[in-house]
């Protein structure tokens, strides 16, 4: 059995869904049916930001994972948290895993419209440039193809539905897959 641990906030919590809907509860069911020996661990929380997850760290690690996703940057970006400063602590997750021996996937986010573009600009390459400093695998955009899409979304507009999970889900999956994979091949 593969122990993966789901590590970041209302993206990852599966903010104003129930449990069984949430993108790590859905997505394990995917890898399950896939025939994937996995079980994904919940470390998501609303309303984080990546300086928060570096204080939850240590719960985290002492669950000795195999693999872990780390998806935080929606409320740095909300919030105008220096861009340097989310890649550090991003960075510093990324080598308290590696210490530890898991294999570590980052998934990114895209700034919203109403974000300046300057900002949004100097945010969204963060995640690239992070990932290939740790020589990690990541995906530039957990949200990709939801916004626009009211039907995947929830009224909020800005956290998805239980459809937009299941969009999140078929994108990323091939991602997921192919880490189990090597994982299943040490």
Known sequence: ???????????????????YSSFPSYLERCLLEGGHNVE??????SGETS???????????????????????????FQFVNPAETEENLGRM??????????????????????????AKEFTVIFERVAGKYKIPFHPDLMQGL??????????????????VRAMVENLYPLFEELLTGLNKR
Do not use: W
């Open 51 to 77: 300086a928060d997850g570096l204080l939850r760290l240590p719960e985290v690690l002492s669950t000795a994972p195999d693999a872990v996703y780390i998806e935080f940057g929606a409320n740095d970006c």
């Open 1 to 19: 059995m593969i122990r993966f641990a789901a590590f970041g906030d209302s993206l990852t919590e599966g903010y104003g869904l129930p449990i």
């Open 40 to 45: 994904m661990l919940n470390f998501g929380v």
């Open 94 to 119: 990324i080598e308290a895993f590696q210490k530890n021996g898991s294999s570590v996937l980052l998934l990114g986010y895209n700034p919203l419209d109403f974000i300046p573009k300057t900002f």
């Open 147 to 164: 916004y626009g899409q009211p039907n995947l979304l929830l009224s909020d507009g800005v956290h998805p539905s239980e459809e937009g």
